[in-house]
């Protein structure tokens, strides 16, 4: 692995319930590395963002859970890891599909072509006002091509040809450990960055906001993580569990 720390140590699974209970089990032990990935063929109960499920066939996708120590991110600003690990995922499917059409979807989604192609679940364990560890759980869609409906893709079936997971676990790990390190030396220069490609910036489309169906459009998001949309009723700024995206198609 042609990096420092982030994925030196590759814990490597066949089956799991999910990448992200083992690494939560690792962070209770005395002893774990910063920069120690988790790798499974295949998750029995893959977890998603608010409760989802991350489903995907088994050797088909990478499913991968890393550990940090981001003891210098102040607790209130604990989005810009997400951020971070979004920027990364970014550059990873960039390099792979060699080409810049790929956004990061707020909160910390990737989008190609409209759709999403990997998702990101991140687990902070704080103590004393610190965030003590951090599971940066990273799904990326490989050579899958089934998707049940859901508005996905893969770089598979982006290209038509198959990639080697190996490959994209050595690319993400790469841009991983240069975004955690640009976040430890430079933390605003992530949430500007981010600002940089943010799928549906500046574009008027439909969201489902609390009060109902409206046009709105994305403005900026914030540090910690809500985001500021342009309404007719003024500006308004929301959390994630606030706002829905609605889909033309
Ligand atoms: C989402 O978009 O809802 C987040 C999906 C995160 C999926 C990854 S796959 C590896 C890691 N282990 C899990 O159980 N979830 C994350």
Redesign the pocket.
Known sequence: MNTLFVGQQVIRLRVV?????Y?AKMVKMPKWIEGTAIV?DY?T??????G?V?R?SAGD?????FLFKPTHIPLQHSFLLSMAAALAVQHTVKELLNTDDVAVKWP??VFVNER?I????IENQVRGGQISSA?V???INVNELEFEGLRATSLNAETGSSFDREDVLQSLCRHLEAQYLLLRSKPMQILENYQVGLYGKDDARNYIFPDGEDQGVLQRVAIDGSATFVRNSGKHSYTIDHVKWCWED
Do not use: E
């Not at 319930?17 to 209970?21: E, G, K, M, P, R």
């Not at 996708?61 to 859970?65: D, G």
């Not at 990997?118 to 679940?121: Q, V």
């Open positions: 319930d999910s990448t992200n209970n690494a499974a998750q109960s893959g977890k998603g963002r608010n989802n991350w995907g996708n990478l499913f991968v859970s910390n989604d999403k990997s998702g990101i679940l599971i759980g990273i799904g």
